[in-house]
């Protein structure tokens, strides 16, 4: 049976430990889209809207790379050591997975 990399729940993700601090921040940036709405709704300047996606956009990137390095640091360093085709697989979605990032 192959094991799928992004599936791999008996060892626990990387980000496991910072699980709270994750939920604390996507939680806020749920709160940023429903300011987002209210401001369309509310007909604001948009300029003001731009400013707020502007900030609704770092905040998920930072989500975004902490999640990233959590994971290359617990799944692709223990990949790694292991070694063998789970490496190159590790390795791969993790590139894939910067080149979206860079691309978005």
Avoid: F, N, W
């Amino acid at each position: 049976m192959t094991e799928q990399p992004h599936t791999d729940h008996e060892s626990g993700h990387g980000y496991i430990s910072a699980k709270d601090d994750y939920l604390k921040r996507l939680r806020r940036i749920e709160g940023q889209a429903r300011g987002l709405q209210r401001m369309v709704e509310d007909e604001k300047y948009c300029i003001d809207i731009l400013t707020q996606v502007s900030a609704m956009t770092k905040a998920l990137q930072a989500v975004a790379l902490g999640l990233l390095e959590d994971h290359i640091s617990h799944c692709v360093v223990d990949a790694a050591v292991a070694g063998g085709s789970e490496a190159d697989a590790k390795i791969k979605e993790a590139t894939d997975a910067i080149a979206r990032l860079v691309r978005s």
